[in-house]
């Protein structure tokens, strides 16, 4: 399993934009679809958006529809996710993980945590004034 980390959050004004990155160290993300996901202080880990393993489909949660946009570079191996037009509501830790399919893991709808692993330490993103 590929160990991952998360960069890219900071602190950003309502309006703003940030792209977090995902890279893993060992085995590579190549074959594995990818899930983004956040955690807000007090609240469950809720699936973000997700890119498929083979066709590099995509999905996105309805909150964030329009506003995310999450990528593949294979040639880096990494994967991006995007974020404008921020909301204080979008202020949490953000983490990435790989899917647990034996196969490949087609993206159909908002990834969920227990489908996924490999969990990094996450990369926080404020949204505030």
């Known amino acids: 399993q590929p160990r991952l980390v998360e960069s890219g959050g900071g602190l950003v004004q309502p309006g703003g934009s940030l792209r977090l990155s995902c890279k893993a160290s060992g085995v590579g993300l190549r074959s594995y679809a990818i899930g983004w996901f956040r955690q807000a202080p007090g609240k469950e880990r809720e699936g973000v958006s997700c890119i498929s393993s083979d066709d590099d489909t995509t999905f996105y949660e309805d909150s964030v529809k329009g506003r995310f946009t999450i990528s593949r570079d294979r040639a880096s191996d990494t994967v991006y996710l995007q974020m404008n037009a921020l909301e204080p509501e979008d202020s949490a830790i953000y983490y990435c993980?790989?899917?647990?399919?034996?196969?490949?893991?087609?993206?159909?709808?908002?990834?969920?945590?227990?489908?996924?692993?490999?969990w990094g330490q996450g990369t926080l993103v404020t949204v505030s004034a």
């Open positions: 993980a790989v899917d647990r399919a034996l196969g490949p893991y087609h993206c159909l709808a908002s990834p969920s945590p227990g489908d996924f692993q490999s």
